[in-house]
Nanobody, 124 residues
Framework: QVQLVESGGGLVQAGGSLRLSCAAS????????MGWFRQAPGKEREFVAT????????SYADSVKGRFTISRDNAKNLVYLQMNSLKPEDTALYYC?????????????????WGQGTQVTVSS
């Protein structure tokens, strides 16, 4: 079992950057494939990015490809989401999640553990 806590959200102007962090508890963190999702008000939760347990492979939603980078540090039980060139449409509550299913996993229902989320607001 793993517990996840996100941080790093905030208010930023369009074109700016933020780095989200997700701290995981548990000694088996390195065995989980990890993902970032987001949910805007009135919308469904959507996939943002995922990273394989080793960090060797990553996958992104088309809407963030080239602007966002997911990474992980298994020694520190951390997952990151570097967000550059932010747009107002990136405004959402961002969640990190963990799954034991085979990479890549883009569907939120396939993830076993979730954090509480961190708010990202991009002003125009």
């Amino acid at each position: 079992q793993v517990q996840l806590v996100e941080s790093g959200g905030g208010l930023v102007q369009a074109g700016g950057s933020l780095r989200l962090s997700c701290a995981a508890s548990g000694r088996t963190f390195s065995t989980y494939n990890m993902g970032w999702f987001r949910q805007a008000p009135g919308k469904e939760r959507e996939f943002v990015a995922t990273i394989e347990w080793s960090g060797g492979r990553t996958s992104y939603a088309d809407s963030v490809k080239g602007r966002f980078t997911i990474s992980r540090d298994n020694a520190k039980n951390l997952v990151y989401l570097q967000m550059n060139s932010l747009k107002p449409e990136d405004t959402a509550l961002y969640y990190c999640a963990a799954t034991t299913l085979v990479y890549p996993v883009r569907f939120s229902t396939r993830y076993d553990y979730w954090g509480q989320g961190t708010q990202v607001t991009v002003s125009s």
